[in-house]
């Protein structure tokens, strides 16, 4: 289970990196959910990947809240009292008081992990190599 949490945070991480590549800054990271609620060895991963402190969000129901902040910020500054949903969220969201940040001694393992991930991803997904394409031919007869 534990490689399935690695390889889904090396995907993460390559998304980070594309933003800032693209000059989008991501200064913070927050997960929501019932599973970052209950793996805390989850989320110290992800942590350890993107070489980031990552707070929890402190609700089972990320989806309704998330739901009820954006509508809340989409009706009326004069009903809501509301400018826009960043301020809804920080009124209405919770974190919880944990948060996690980087193990270094892990941080520099991952690093070395990642780069062979990003060598995979380019080989079997880039057209490096095109083993995957010639997959979906044969897969389509």
Request: a neutral charge.
């Amino acid at each position: 289970m534990e490689r399935y949490i690695e390889a889904t945070a090396f995907g993460t991480s390559a998304i980070i990196e594309q933003f800032q590549y693209h000059n989008v800054e991501v200064n913070e990271l927050y997960v929501a959910g019932g599973i970052p609620l209950k793996n805390s060895m989850l989320v110290q991963i992800y942590s350890d990947v993107c070489d980031m402190e990552i707070k929890v969000i402190d609700t089972n129901q990320s989806g309704a809240l998330g739901s009820a902040i954006l509508g809340t910020a989409a009706d009326n500054k004069k009903i809501t009292g509301y400018e826009n949903a960043n301020e809804v969220a920080r009124n209405l969201g919770k974190i919880k008081n944990e948060t996690f940040k980087p193990i270094k001694e892990n941080v520099i393992i991952y690093n070395n992990l990642y780069k062979e991930y990003l060598n995979l991803h380019n080989y079997f997904g880039k057209g490096t190599n095109n083993i995957m394409k010639r997959l979906k031919q044969i897969k389509a007869g």
